[in-house]
């Protein structure tokens, strides 16, 4: 990352159905959580923009970024999608794929953590 901030990583989620249990999409940089969303309250209509400021993170050296969903288990563990990642210095890059004309296969696949 840059050795200067500020920066943001920003993202595109869209929950199309939602878990029938406890979900969580954690987003890690280094093992470290820098944002926790509780994915089991309301579905997504389209893909919703999210920012997360990293400027912690400008200090020139790499750092792994990592999306998380932990699911304890049930029926259902919903269908979560992830899109256009961007680290940029404005809160709010990326543009995604709009719901009607997004790919079949997500850009991402978020698998349910065993516990």
């Known amino acids: 990352m840059p050795a200067t901030g500020p920066l943001f990583l920003d993202y595109w989620r869209y929950a199309a159905t939602l878990p029938d249990a406890a979900g969580t999409l954690v987003v890690t940089i280094d093992g470290t959580p820098v944002e926790t969303t509780d994915i089991t309250t309301t579905a997504d209509t389209d893909f919703s923009q999210q920012s ?6 400008a200090d020139g050296a790499a750092h792994l970024v990592k999306f998380r969903y932990d699911y304890p288990g049930g029926a259902e563990d919903g269908d979560l999608f992830i899109d256009d990642v961007t680290i940029d210095a404005t809160p709010g890059g990326g543009r995604p794929l ?9 850009l991402a696949t978020l698998r349910k953590r065993s516990r």
């Open 52 to 57: 997360i400021d990293i400027a912690a993170y």
């Open 98 to 106: 709009s719901v009607d004309h997004r790919m079949t296969m997500p």
